[in-house]
C-alpha cells in the first residue's frame, strides 16, 4: 500500500472512499484522519486552524530544503508575517496590472502553435508548464526577465521535484522532526541551483535603482508587520520560490486538464469557441474581456473540481482537536482531499460527468467548504484569483488558435505527486482553426 501510495496516491483510494464523511485511521505509527464532508472540511480548516495549521511533516521534510521558512511551509507568528507582505502583491486590485504579461506570454504561445505545420504533435503538458513557468518568472521578477533565467529555474525545479520522496516514511513511523531523514543529495543540489538562479534575480531588482513593476519590488516596498524595515534577503528568495512553486504548477496542471477534457467532449469545445468568437474575435484575451468569457471561467472551474491541482491537504495536528465529534490527537495527519471531496455523490450529482454549467452565473454555488481548489480557511491560496486570471486568458487566446486532437492510443491517467498531472506527457496534434 505505502508502495502504490508513493508511486501514486490516487490509486489507493477504494470506490466507497468518495461517499464517506470522515475516515479515522492508523498508518504505521500515526492516526490519520480524513475530512470529506463540508462540515469537517470546516471544523478542520476553519474553526481548528490554529491546531491544525501546520503542514504536514512530509510537506515540510519534502519542501523545506528548497523553500527554507517560506510561508508555504511555515505556521504561527512566522507565517502570519509573512502571510501580511505576500498576499497583498496579488491581491484583486493588481491585477489588471499583473495581466498584460499573461495576455503577451498566451498570445506569442498561440502565434507559435499557430504557425506549426498541419498535424504537428505537441506535448500539451510540457507546453502548459513552459508558458505559465514563463509567466510566473516575467510576474516575480519582472516583464524583461531573460529566457535563459527562466529556463534555468524550471528545469532545477522539475529536478527538484522529481527527486523527492512522496512519502516520507519516517513521519509516518511517527519519528520527532529533528530525527535525520536520509539526505537527497541531488534533490539538495537542485534547491541550491534554484536559490543561487533566484539569488542573482533578487539581488538586480533590487540594487538596481528603478525599475518596472514586479512582485519582488511590491514586497520590497511592504514592511515586515509591526516593524519599519523590509524582509531581508533570505525572506525574499524564500517567499519568491514560494509564489514560483505555488503559482506554477498549478496552473499547467488546470490548463492542460481543461484543454484534455475539451478535446473528449465536442459539446463544450464548440460552445468555449462560439464564446470566445463573440467576446474576441480572434484576438488575445486581456483583462478587460474577463467579464464576457463566463463560459470559459465555467470550464475551468469545472476542470478544478474534477481534477484538482493540489489533490490533496494534510496537516499535522499541534494540538489536540475533535472532528466529527471524535477526538483529533497531538501529531496526528489530519487530510482534506480535494480530490475526494470533489467527487463526494452525497454532496455532487453525477459527480464524475464534466458540466460547467455548474458553475455559469445565475447556478447555484456549490455549498461552502464543498469545492475547495484553492483550500479554505486563513492558509487558502493567496493567488486564487491571479490563477484564475492567468488560466482564463491562457485558455481562451490558445483555443481560438488552433484545434487540438489527442494522439490517438494516449491514455491519460491522472498521477499525484505534490500536484495533479494528466500522466508525464498529454500528445496532442495541432491542427489549424
Ligand atoms: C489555478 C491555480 C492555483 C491553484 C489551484 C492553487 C491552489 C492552492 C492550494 C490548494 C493551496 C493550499 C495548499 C495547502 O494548504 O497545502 C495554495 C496555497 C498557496 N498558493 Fe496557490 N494555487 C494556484 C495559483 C497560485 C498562484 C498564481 C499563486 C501566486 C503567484 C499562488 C500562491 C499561493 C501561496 C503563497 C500559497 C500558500 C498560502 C499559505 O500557506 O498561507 N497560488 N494554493
Known sequence: MLKLARHNWLAIWP???FRRDAVFT????????ICNTPETVHQAFVEQHEAFQRKSAQHRHALIPLLGDGLFVSDGALWRERRRVVAPVTHASRLPDLAPTITEAAADRAAAW??????????????MGRLTAEIICRTIFGRALGADAAAAVVAAFAEYQREIGQTDIASLLGLPDWWPRLPNRRARAAARRIHAVVDGLIAAILDGGEGEASLIR????????GTDRPMDRRAFRNEAIVLFMAGHETTANVLAWALFILTQDPASADRLRAELA???????????????????????????????PVPMLSRQAIAPGEIA??????????????WLLHRNPTIWEEPDAFVPDRFMPGAPRPPRHAYIPFSTGPRVCTGQQLGL????LCLATLWQAVRLELV???????????????GEALPMRVRPA
Open 325 to 338: 465529534g471524535r477526538p483529533v490527537r497531538r501529531g496526528a495527519m489530519v487530510l482534506v482531499a480535494p
Open 218 to 225: 511590491s514586497m520590497a516596498e511592504a514592511k515586515v508587520p
Open 408 to 422: 490517438e492510443g494516449t491514455e491519460v491517467m491522472p498521477v499525484a505527486r505534490l500536484t495533479l498531472r494528466p
Open 15 to 17: 470506490a466507497g472512499a
Open 26 to 33: 492508523r498508518v504505521l505509527f500515526r492516526d490519520l484522519v
Open 389 to 392: 486570471m492567468e488560466a482564463t
Open 114 to 127: 499557430a504557425a506549426l505545420p498541419p498535424g504537428t504533435t505537441i506535448d500539451v503538458l510540457a507546453e
Open 278 to 308: 463573440t467576446a474576441l474575435g480572434g484576438r488575445p484575451a486581456t483583462h478587460a474581456d474577463l467579464p464576457a468569457l463566463p463560459f470559459t471561467r465555467a470550464v475551468l472551474e469545472e476542470t478544478m473540481r474534477l481534477y484538482p
